[in-house]
Structures are given as C-alpha cells and as structure tokens.
C-alpha cells in the first residue's frame, strides 16, 4: 500500500508559493527609467542643499531656532495627547510589524517572495544610509541645544536626519511602490505622503527635532524609494536561491527519511589499520586454600597493648555457654 509523505507546514507555505504568480500582467517591476534618474539626482542634490545651508548655519538654522522659541506644545497643548500617539506612526518597531504582516498576506496571494524581499531591502538601506548621516554629523536635538543660534553640529548627537521621518517615508511608501494597480498606486502614494507629512511636523511640535531634521530626514525616505530599482535584479536572485535552498533541503529530508535505520558494516578483523586490541591477563587468585572473609580469625595488629580477649571467637563457630 501506498502512502504519501507527511508535509510540514513549511512545506505547505513554500508549495502555495510554488504555484504560478497572481500578480497582473501589466504591473512589471519598476526599473530605473530615465525620468526616476533624473528625480533621483535632484533629490540627492536637494538633501545636500538642506546639510550644506545648516552647516554654514545659514537662514534655515535661524528658522530652526524660531520654531524652538515658538513652542508649539505651548501654544496648542490640547492636541498633545493626539500627537503622542499619532507619531508612533513613525517609529521602526510598530511600523515594521504592521507593514510586514500585511506585505506577508501579499506574498501569499501573489505566491512570491518579493514584497517582503523589497521591505527588508528598504529598511537596511534606511538603517545604513540614516544611521551613517546621524551619528556622522551629530547634531544635537532642541532639548540639548547649548548655544542660541548656532547648529549645533558634531557635538555628540544623533538626529539629523529625523529616523521617524525618513521611516514613515519608507515604510508607508512601500506600499506604494509593491501597489498592483495604477489607482491603488495613485492612492496609496497620497496616504504615504500625508502619513510622513504628519510624522514629521509631530515631531517639530513635540521639540524633539529641528524643521530642518524633518526636511532632510523626508529627503532621505525619498531618495531610499528611487533607488530601490537599483536593487530589484538582486531581490530576484535572492528569492530563486531561496527556494533553490529550499529545493536542496527537501531533497536531502526524502533521501534520508526520519527513523530509518542505520546500517553500520562491521571492520574486518584483519584490517592493518585498526590496532588490535591487548589480551587481558586473567585474574588468577594466590595458589592454597581459600577461607571466607567471615571464617577468618581477626588479628591484633602488631605493636597494640589491647590484650586478646580470651572469649573472643572466631565468627561463624560455636560459643560457648555462658554461666
């Protein structure tokens, strides 16, 4: 009788994943065109603009300072507890989770590893490319700033750009870039830009970042998202080694089943290369009678002063009465 081998759930999910793609013929993969290139470069001249005019502490860092002086926690205090919440929109844990769970179904549907590829793509480039800017200029936040005026830059800090900004970018506009169709494409681009919109000034209006960390910080998302074409012909290699892996690990499972037995091929005797192992003496005892230890005569060790006992007998013969 013929059975069919048991599958594992990881079976199962790569085996939906097998089937032939869902995704609409005329959604390709984005490529980089000219027109991406072109807004691409002037993307990336416009962030080194914001750093080059805070450097040289220019017009845009006496703005800064402005919007510190205005407090905008002061002065509309009562939406406080809207924008506590609202910017968590922007930060990497819940964010990640939300956007992956949904791109995760994505996959499912789609029968392609490419949704969650791409984000995880976006988010080292963003981890990379941030990270280096923050910790290379180090400028300080308005609650640390030390000197009215000045920008406050490579003095041990690390916010600029804003990272809940350039992530609300990337991890909303995301969507965008993987959406199926033209209208969800349009749509999804509208709530991105909005979301991040309000990510950015939530951070201005709880002082926790200078107007210009959230220009940069939207130009950095940005120019993550153009770029992400650049990678794409990667992301396709990955997941066809990703299933080739897969193939590999499940060919191994059925060439050696769970819980068949071993054969082990014993080593001829005669083999030169395996010592043979000494003869053990045998164990032969002293010639002579042999007693038991509980017919022997216990003995006063030599040199004792304890006199032999004269009642004192041997264990296992008779005593004699006492009177």
């Given at each position: 009788?013929r059975?069919?081998?048991k599958?594992?759930r990881?079976?199962?999910?790569?085996?939906r994943?097998?089937?032939?793609p869902?995704?609409?013929?005329?959604?390709?993969?984005?490529?980089?065109s000219?027109?991406?290139i072109v807004?691409?470069a002037?993307?990336l001249?416009f962030?080194g603009?914001?750093?080059?005019a805070v450097?040289?502490t220019?017009?845009l860092?006496?703005?800064?300072?402005q919007?510190?002086?205005f407090r905008?926690?002061q002065?509309?205090s009562?939406?406080?507890w809207?924008?506590?919440?609202?910017?968590v929109?922007?930060q990497r844990?819940p964010?990640?989770?939300?956007v992956?769970?949904?791109?995760?179904w994505?996959?499912?549907r789609?029968?392609?590893?490419?949704p969650?590829l791409?984000f995880?793509?976006?988010?080292?480039?963003?981890?990379v490319?941030?990270?280096?800017?923050?910790?290379?200029?180090?400028r300080l936040?308005p609650?640390?700033?030390?000197?009215?005026?000045?920008?406050?830059?490579?003095?041990g800090?690390?916010?600029f750009?804003s990272?809940?900004?350039?992530n609300a970018?990337?991890t909303?506009?995301?969507l965008?870039?993987?959406?199926s169709?033209?209208?969800?494409q349009?749509?999804?681009?509208a709530v991105?830009a909005?979301?991040?919109?309000g990510?950015g000034?939530?951070t201005?209006?709880?002082?926790t970042?200078?107007l210009s960390?959230?220009l940069?910080?939207?130009t950095?998302?940005l120019?993550?998202?153009l770029?992400?074409?650049w990678?794409?012909p990667?992301?396709?290699r990955?997941e066809v080694a990703?299933f080739?892996?897969?193939?590999?690990?499940?060919?191994?499972r059925?060439?050696?089943?769970?819980?068949?037995p071993?054969?082990?091929?014993?080593?001829?005797?005669?083999r030169?290369?395996v010592p043979?192992r000494?003869?053990?003496?045998?164990?032969c005892l002293a010639?002579?009678p042999h007693?038991s230890?509980?017919e022997?005569?216990?003995v006063t060790?030599?040199g004792?002063?304890?006199?032999?006992?004269?009642?004192?007998?041997?264990?296992?013969s008779?005593?004699?009465?006492?009177?």
């Open positions: 009788m059975t069919e081998p599958l594992t990881l079976d199962r999910v790569f085996a994943l097998d089937r032939e869902e995704r609409p013929a005329h959604i390709d993969v984005p490529k980089m000219r027109h991406r807004l691409f002037g993307t001249a962030y603009a914001i750093v080059w450097v040289i220019s017009w860092v006496r703005l800064d300072w919007v510190m002086f905008p926690y002065q509309w009562e939406i406080h809207f924008v506590d919440y609202y910017v929109l922007g844990g964010t990640a989770v939300m992956a769970a949904w791109l995760g994505r996959s499912w789609q029968h392609t590893l490419r969650l791409v995880g793509v976006s988010l080292l480039l963003l981890n490319t941030v990270g280096a800017a923050k910790y290379g200029m180090g936040g609650h640390y700033a030390t000197v009215i005026g000045s920008n406050e830059m490579w003095r800090g690390d916010i750009p990272g809940h900004t350039a970018v990337v909303w506009g995301i965008a870039y993987l959406a169709s033209a209208r969800a349009r749509w999804l681009s991105s909005v979301t991040s919109l990510v000034m939530a201005v209006y709880l002082g970042h200078w960390d959230v940069l910080g939207w950095a998302g120019l993550i998202l770029g992400l074409p990678f794409e990667l992301i396709a990955a990703i080739d892996l897969r193939d590999r690990l499940r060919d191994r059925r060439r050696t089943p769970a819980g068949a071993v054969l082990i091929t014993p080593l001829p005797a005669d030169e290369d043979a000494a003869a053990r003496a045998p164990v010639p002579g007693t230890r509980s022997r005569t216990p060790p030599a004792t002063r304890r006199q032999p006992h004269p009642e004192r007998h041997p264990h296992g008779a005593s004699s009465a006492r009177p």
